[in-house]
């Protein structure tokens, strides 16, 4: 009887465990980026609930004016661009907080949240301009400070370029200095993140957000 108990305890455990972080095992998935609210809309991850509406509204009309919302000059902007459905989804599921969280992880931040508008990056960034965007982050990882914004940031931009390849190349045949350039992506960006998993400050960042999304 003790016997059975033992091995039943571990078991619900570990189905707790898997329920408890069930919206992050549902977005692990190849389209990770390509699903992402943030890069859908083009909103910064530090939008406020006000400016999604305002960007749902502006949606909407374009929709009855038969128009594409433009996305084009959004970091990373998804080709095809996302329809306004897809827009209008993206938007909803930044309704869910857990959902929203993983989307924001997985995407730019700013050096403080809610202060995007006036992060040089993310200026740069609503220009379309990610290279300037790329300059500032990694001047910020080689300056010695331990900017682990910058680092995260940096990673997502290897990720990203990694797995938008990785799915480029399940269509077509991709060269050998291709298939180069994809294994240093995936080195640079999986670099970082062991990094940062060690890194107090990061999760307590981490931790501060989820506070401020209640």
């Known amino acids: 009887m003790s016997t059975t108990g033992q091995s039943e ?20 998935t190849q389209d990770l980026f390509r699903k992402n609210a943030f890069r859908i809309t083009g909103l910064s991850v530090d939008a406020t609930p006000r400016e999604m509406e305002r960007h749902a509204g502006k949606i909407k009309m374009l929709a009855e004016f038969g ?14 661009p996302p329809s306004l459905d897809d827009i209008r989804d993206a938007i909803q599921k930044t309704k869910d907080p857990e959902k929203r969280l993983i989307d924001e992880f997985f995407w730019f931040w ?15 960034l609503e220009k379309g301009d990610v290279q300037k965007a790329l300059e500032i982050w990694t001047a910020k990882e080689k300056s010695g400070s331990g900017d682990f914004v910058a680092s995260h940031n940096l990673a997502l931009v290897h990720q990203i370029s990694a797995l938008d390849w990785e799915l480029l190349a399940l269509k077509s045949d991709v060269g050998a200095e291709q298939r180069e350039k994809i294994n240093e992506n995936w080195k640079d960006a999986f670099k970082r ?6 890194n107090e400050r990061f999760w307590e960042k981490v931790t501060a957000r989820i506070r401020q999304l209640n």
């Open 9 to 28: 305890a571990p078991q619900s455990s570990r189905k707790q465990d898997s329920l408890a972080c069930l919206p992050l095992i549902e977005a692990a």
């Open 67 to 80: 128009q594409a919302s433009d996305t084009a000059v959004a970091p990373f902007a998804i080709n095809p």
């Open 110 to 124: 700013p050096e403080e949240f809610g202060k995007s508008q006036s992060d040089p990056a993310f200026q740069a």
């Open 193 to 198: 993140w062991k990094t940062l998993t060690d």
